[in-house]
């Protein structure tokens, strides 16, 4: 079968590799679409501290299963999809809920769907392998990964996701976040609670706002220079709005100081979707007083960022991670997919055969497709 292997930064190639053979408890997909992702692409730059080298890229994916292991559970044919990661589901954080940070779940993911068959290990054919629920097409079942750290995100800050909202980045995730919280928007206004949401996308590649402002988003231009902010400096002028429709004025606005006021633009829940230090450093002074700020993006190991003590401390503003997602919000997330709540023809909008991989990856880079399917 053919495989899309890399052995380290930068050192990818399409090679023919041994079709695997499912053992006990193990199935073999043959998968039909795996989609393109900003952890693959980070990977293939600089290695990943839970993904080591070598392995055949690849996560998001659907396909059928082509032959399973004794006490697997599934049958030939059964269309699934997959979650990474295989909890223990006996370790003290598997037994607190917080399976996605058991010490082993990520002794062996699942990677490799860029390639003819994907061999699912055990553990994860037991915790993390679902049948795709009729009626749901097979590109929507592959986010099923992505969506399921998305819902994982947002119930880490579920307190803070009634007001104001700004997802800092324009990929697949800022989207993903962005349909949700527009879906909820969408049911309080069915149900008459609160006031309106104002959920603003904030980024660098100003072809990708029109997606956003076409489905009712406020935009932000992040400034170049955002790369290089310091802690405690005037955030604001890194952030350029272009209002849809426009904020209501406020006092200080009036008096010309808006673009150099840090709190002339304040939200109550502030998303990082990048992984730039230098963006990180800017949010707290766009939180609210008592605002939160998610930090979504992982950075590489060891890296630091500047946060504003002040902020954190006078202006009780929070600074909360978010990492991968345990089996319950896996399920929310194909839930959610077959609902429609995550359009899949807006965010798979281009697919290329899997021999011309390299094109799918510069398409999905350019920013020209939120994601590129790759059909074996």
């Known amino acids: 079968m053919r495989a899309l292997v890399c052995d380290g930064p930068e050192r990818v190639?399409?090679?023919e590799v041994a079709t695997p053979e499912p053992g006990p408890g193990e199935v073999l997909v043959r998968v039909t679409v795996a989609l393109t992702c900003a952890t693959d692409f980070k990977l293939l730059r600089r290695g990943h501290p839970k993904f080591p080298f070598p392995l055949t890229l690849g996560h998001e994916f659907a396909g059928a299963v082509e032959s399973a292991g004794e006490g697997a559970g599934f049958q030939a044919?059964?269309?699934v999809t997959s979650s990474v990661s295989g909890p223990c589901g006996v370790c003290t954080e598997c037994r607190a809920g917080r399976e996605n940070l058991c010490d082993t779940a990520f002794e062996r993911p699942l990677f490799g769907a860029f390639a003819d068959f994907l061999l699912v290990p055990r553990r994860i054919v037991k915790n993390g392998l679902r049948r795709i629920p009729q009626g749901l097409a097979d590109e929507a079942a592959a986010l099923l990964d992505p969506l399921a750290s998305v819902v994982h995100g947002l119930g880490r800050v579920k307190t803070a996701v009634d007001g104001g909202v700004l997802i800092v980045g324009t990929g697949p995730i800022a989207a993903m976040l962005f349909f949700l919280l527009r879906g909820k928007e969408e049911e309080r206004e069915r149900d008459k609670i609160g006031g309106v949401r104002r959920v603003v996308v904030a980024g660098r590649r100003e072809t990708r706002f029109?997606?956003?402002?076409?489905r009712g988003a406020s935009v932000a231009c992040i400034a170049p220079s955002s790369r290089e902010t310091?802690?405690?400096a005037a955030a604001l002028p890194l952030f350029t709005f272009k209002e849809n429709p426009p904020l209501p004025e406020r006092a200080d606005d009036r008096r010309g100081e808006g673009a150099r006021n840090p709190r002339s633009r304040s939200f109550p829940l502030v998303i990082d979707t990048t992984g730039d230090p230098g963006v990180i450093s800017a949010l707290p002074a766009l939180?609210?007083?008592g605002g939160t700020v998610?930090?979504?993006a992982g950075l590489p190991s060891g890296a630091g960022v500047s946060l504003d003590a002040h902020a954190v401390h006078y202006r009780e503003v929070s600074i909360v991670g978010s990492f991968h997602y345990t089996p319950r919000e896996a399920?929310?997330?194909l839930a959610l997919l077959s609902r429609g709540a995550v359009p899949a023809a807006e965010m798979v909008s281009a697919h290329r055969p899997l021999a011309d991989w390299r094109a799918a990856f510069d398409l999905a880079r350019s920013g020209?497709?939120?994601?590129v399917g790759l059909v074996p």
Do not use: C, I, S, V
């Not at 020209?368 to 994601?371: D, V």
């Open 331 to 333: 399920d929310e997330a």
């Open 368 to 371: 020209t497709a939120m994601k």
């Open 13 to 15: 190639a399409l090679r």
């Open 287 to 289: 939180a609210a007083d």
């Open 210 to 214: 029109g997606f956003f402002l076409e």
């Open 77 to 79: 044919g059964d269309r």
């Open 230 to 232: 310091e802690a405690g």
């Open 294 to 296: 998610l930090l979504f």
